[in-house]
């Protein structure tokens, strides 16, 4: 009788568990920046980066910026997306920032003059740059397509 019971309490557990959605990952939100020329991903928990709120800003062609660091593999080329975590940490990798018919928010563009907030996020386009600041830590990046730096 007992080894009934604690059979089908196991059986419904494991369906319960094959059968639960899976949770939905954060893929962030895609934001223009400078006139179109940086386009950012924004998220509140960057899984595939480690997790936590990161952003993530690339120049819209495809360079990188002019401090950007060369990689250390054998093809030797330049670091071209400027990442940020919410404690501060920046840092360069190699990738691309998803286009805008990948992702299921689209763009938002923020334009001179405005303020945008997300996932904790503030935007503020400040015209010759835009001010992306994490509002739990105060930490963030300035960003314009000639420089990046953060703060």
């Not at 360079?63 to 080329?77: D, I, V």
């Not at 071209?80 to 990948?102: D, H, I, K, S």
């Not at 930490?139 to 314009?144: A, D, E, Q, R, S």
């Amino acid at each position: 009788m007992i080894r009934r019971a604690v059979t089908a309490l196991g059986v419904s557990i494991l369906g319960a568990v094959v059968l639960a959605p899976p949770a939905a990952a954060d893929t962030g939100q895609l934001v223009l920046l400078q006139s179109g020329t940086i386009r950012c991903l924004v998220s509140a928990d960057d899984v595939k980066r480690g997790g936590g709120p990161i952003v993530v800003c690339q120049r819209v062609d495809g360079q990188p910026w002019g401090q950007a660091p060369w990689e250390t593999s054998k093809f030797n080329n330049r670091l071209n997306l400027a990442v940020v975590r919410g404690t501060g940490q920046m840092y360069w990798e190699r990738g691309l920032v998803p286009a805008a018919n990948e992702t299921p928010g689209g763009d938002i563009v923020v334009d001179a003059g405005q303020t945008y907030h997300i996932d904790g996020w503030t935007i503020q386009d400040e015209n010759l740059r835009t001010r992306i600041t994490y509002d739990a830590t105060g930490h963030g990046l300035f960003v314009n397509a000639g420089d990046v730096r953060q703060f």
